[in-house]
């Protein structure tokens, strides 16, 4: 029977698997709150076919979790709205938030937000590890590292400041940088600096907290960043030159010392007036050194670091930086700099008000840049050139490269005063007789000079000429001028130091032979004597022609003394002279005396006669050695160089004993003849005892005046030359300023006594030392001891040797020779006995030159045969020397 049972049907035995329908019931009301009569299908056992599938998840989410859980499960899939959906799975970040609806499913769990700040950090922190890395601190800008030079008279008041670069700017230690100065800049700019880490973040917040209040634009860099953007970066305003800035800053605080940043930024910011560093700005505002600065004068700089333009009293740029508003300003940053000293604990409130009782520490106005224009620029190039070749042997040498570069202090021993009289003197002169319009014979004249303290060789003064930036040439320094009769006093210092050969004796002699020579000894003083050798054999030229030497004017003067013959300059006992004690004697006493050796000519017969070139340095230095008893020094123009605070270089003094001080005051004691009874009387107008000799050269082509008082010695040059014609040459002065011929005691010994007269205004009067006798009254050539030998000349003698009755009987003028020139076509550079003037004038038609050659014709120049002088770029060096005659 069983086997005739029917199955039950398929659907039943799924419903009679379920459980009672209330039960389910019951679990979904409580887990939806809803009844079974809410679904029509469960009232009838019926239902969509998801609905077993349903109550089968709600059965198994009851079994496994609880009725809340199972009722959820079913209740996602009624689909009904909020009620129906299935669990979302779990996401790394809960983003938007799962099982929140609307507007809270958008915002972010504290969660998420501490972890995106932490995660943001990190980020940040990575990157900026891998910016460190990868950001190197590159090399200073050429442009902070570049520099001036200072240069200060001798009364340390600054002269200029100079050298390459546009820059105004000198690096100082910070230990020249007063506290008040740092702390200032600290308390306006940057009170953290000292514990920050090159960088403030709270800064640059705070910055852009005011920029977003519309309050006053700030940058937020701290001093670090700022030394970083001045030395190394550039001012463009970009975020990635924002971005190194702030990396490097950080590796630069980690690497330098906090002062040597500080130090950094005080020399490289820009402070106004052109002025770049603290000490320019110190300069440039109030006249003085950094580390002179007042705490009231430290507090205004500081302003100026904030906006130049918009704090500089004297006004700026534009209608909102008048001197009234800049002044107002300035004030007013002053005064809250001071206030944020006293907050940061850096100045005691006594101490502010004190300084705020003082008033505003006004700077003083702006002055013009002097530039190297006028003397200044001869001036800087002395002291230049002086430091290379004075520091070239020592053990830390300052090469011109060096200067370049800038940096250095250098303090010379020009005196200012002296500068401007010894320019104004040449200026009057200039002005009152030198006229090109007027005259073309008075194009192209020139004058040079220079002034020497004889104690030490101090360069006192020099007049380079009109302007140191149109004639290129300093007029002071070498130039090739042959300085004529002012040559002879080392002549005479050589016979009264060494003597005159014996006759019979050998070339070479040495004192035991030879006998010193008094001013009184005799020589024969006639116009066109034959010149002999000191063994009485006449002397030929190089043609084979006997040596017959003219006198000024063709003047002939008989026997005559060496003091006589010195007075009025006559030639042929000097070059006679010359011959007897020999010329390599004579040019030892001139390099003894001071005068360098790549300025000598030749020693032809007429070297004697003055065809060397020393410059007007060299020839003031060597005259002065006689007015210092015969005691030498080399000329300088610098007493110590500075760098960064340290003393790099220090004149020492260096002295020898040229001559016993028997031969220099005779040789003085004969140079104040000459001013007194000579050719050199234009001189007598200065007032007080001085020495002084006259110098004419061939052809007039120049005219000397050098001399000395005991406290100075001066040598002042006339010449004519295109300074811009391609191949310079020494013309004719014949008819200069109206005169018929140029000669020394003109128009430089006009300049000399003006000048000296105001140059020794308050100096007190001086005598030298009266002469001691010296050396024997000898008889050169032709002149005889026979008392019936008389001399032509009657003029009195000069008082200071009453014993010394020879004298001529008329002071001939200093006048050039008449010499015919050779042809133009012939005439090298700068060869004095070449006329190329081809302006016309004419010529005096008898002459004679203090240092013609033989005939009247020219002598040897320095380095050249017959006169020539060589060009001004090959010629002998400056007056310290140098190799080949080239400057270093």
Known sequence: MSGNRRKPPQGRGRRAAQPPPSSGRRAAQRGGGHTPASNPGDAYGRSEPGAYGGRAAARRAA????????????????????????????????????????????LPSWKLLTGLCLGGLALLVGLVG???LIVQVPNAKAAAQQQKNVYYWDDGTQMVVAGKGDRNRQVVDIKEIPASMQWAVIAAENESFYQDSGVDPMGIVRALGRMAMGGETQSGSTITQQYVKNTYLDQSQTISRKVKELLISIKVDAKMDKKDILAGYLNTGYYGRGAYGIQAAAQAYYGK???????????????TLNGPNLYDPAGGIGSAATKEKNLKRAEARWSWTLDREVAIGRMHKSTRDRIKAEGFPMPREPQKATELKGQIGYLVDLADNYVVSATKDSSHPITKRQLELGGYRIHTTFNKKKIDQMEKTVAQV??????????????????????????????????????????FTNNADYTGVQVGSTFKPFVMAAAMRDGVRDPKGPVEQGPDTRTRVSPKSIY?????????????TVWHDKDGKEWHQRNDGD???GDISLRTAMQHSVNTPFIQLGMDVGLSKVKQASLDAGVNEDSLAKTTPTFSLGTSAPSAIRMASAYGTFAEDGTQTDPYSVTKVERKGVQVYKHTKKTKNAFEPAVAHNVTNMLETVVQKGTGTTAKALGRPAAGKTGTTDDNRSAWFTGYTPQLSTSIGMWRVNDKAKSQRFLSMYGVGGEKQIHGASFPAEIWTKYMKEALEGTPVKSFPPPEPIGEKIYGDGASPDPTHTETATTPPPSQDPTDDESPSKEPSDEPSTTPPP??????????????????????????????????????GPGGDDGDTGDNDDGPGQWWGGPNGRRE
Do not use: M
């Not at 104690?455 to 003064?461: L, Q």
């Not at 005439?827 to 013609?852: A, E, I, Q, R």
């Open 524 to 536: 024969d003083g006639d116009n066109k004597v034959k010149l002999r050798d000191y063994n009485g």
């Open 63 to 106: 079994q496994g979790g609880g009725r809340r859980r199972a009722a959820a499960a079913a209740n996602a899939q009624t689909g009904r709205r909020g009620r129906g959906r299935a669990p979302e799975r779990k996401r790394f970040i809960d983003y938007p938030r799962a099982g929140k609806y609307g507007v809270r499913r958008w």
């Open 823 to 860: 042809s133009k076509s012939s005439c090298p550079p700068l060869d004095p006995s070449c006329d190329d003037d081809d302006d016309g004038g004419n010529k005096p038609p008898n002459g004679g030159s203090d240092n013609g050659g033989p005939g009247g014709g020219p002598g040897g």
């Open 430 to 471: 200039k002005k009152a007789n030198i006229d090109p319009k007027a005259r073309k014979r008075d194009k192209y004249v020139q004058f040079g000079g220079a002034s020497v303290r004889p104690s030490d060789g101090a360069i006192k003064a020099v007049y380079g000429g009109e302007n140191a930036i149109t004639h």
């Open 289 to 303: 050194d950094a580390v002179d600065l007042s705490a009231s004068q430290s507090a205004f700089l500081a302003a």
């Open 555 to 557: 003047e002939s003067y």
């Open 130 to 132: 891998i910016g460190l």
